[in-house]
């Protein structure tokens, strides 16, 4: 996209898809540094404890993926949906499907989905995996989620 090009929501839709898909190629080479980049560290400290280190979780966690011999078999991205602003910030619910191996279980696939942020109108994204995250919590990251329920996790065209 070029300098000063105006980011409409059809192409904002395109930007949150490719770095959505930028950030799954991150947690399927299982790159902690390259997934706290794509990540909205803060938006997954107010989730948590106060002295919830994100990035040092995230450290652990791939670091010990690799240590165990296990690993992702696939991370598919579905198409962004429940677009919404508040406060010149953009939010989109981006649904996945993944595939672990490993960890002394046999193969099995998980749909969830990520919380898109943008603080920039759609140039930039920034990630927070909201699969089990309770409604409240939810609505902590994304308030302009109004649904009564959590999203659903099935994908279409996501293939299994």
Not at 71 to 93: C, H, K, L, N, W
Not at 102 to 126: N, Q
Not at 143 to 148: I, L
Request: proline share 4%; hydrophobic share 40%; with cysteine.
């Amino acid at each position: 996209m070029g300098v000063g090009m105006a980011v409409t929501a059809a192409n904002s839709s395109s930007v949150v898809l490719q770095q959505a898909s930028q950030l799954a190629a991150c947690i399927r080479a299982l790159d902690a540094s390259c997934v706290i980049r794509l990540s909205d560290a803060d938006a997954y400290r107010k989730v948590n404890a106060p002295d919830y280190d994100f990035e040092a979780t995230q450290t652990r966690f791939f670091a010990g993926l690799k240590k165990q011999g296990a690993g992702y078999t696939r991370f598919d991205i579905g198409v962004p949906m429940a677009s919404s602003t508040q406060g010149g910030i953009e939010y989109q619910i981006v649904p996945f499907t993944l595939g672990l191996r490993g960890l002394d279980v046999p193969r099995k696939v998980v749909r969830g989905y990520f919380v898109a942020i943008s603080r920039d109108a759609g140039r930039t994204w920034r990630f927070v995996d909201a699969t089990g995250l309770d409604l409240k919590q939810l609505r902590t990251v994304m308030p302009t989620y109004s649904s009564a329920s959590l999203p659903l996790f099935g994908m279409p065209n996501a293939g299994t």
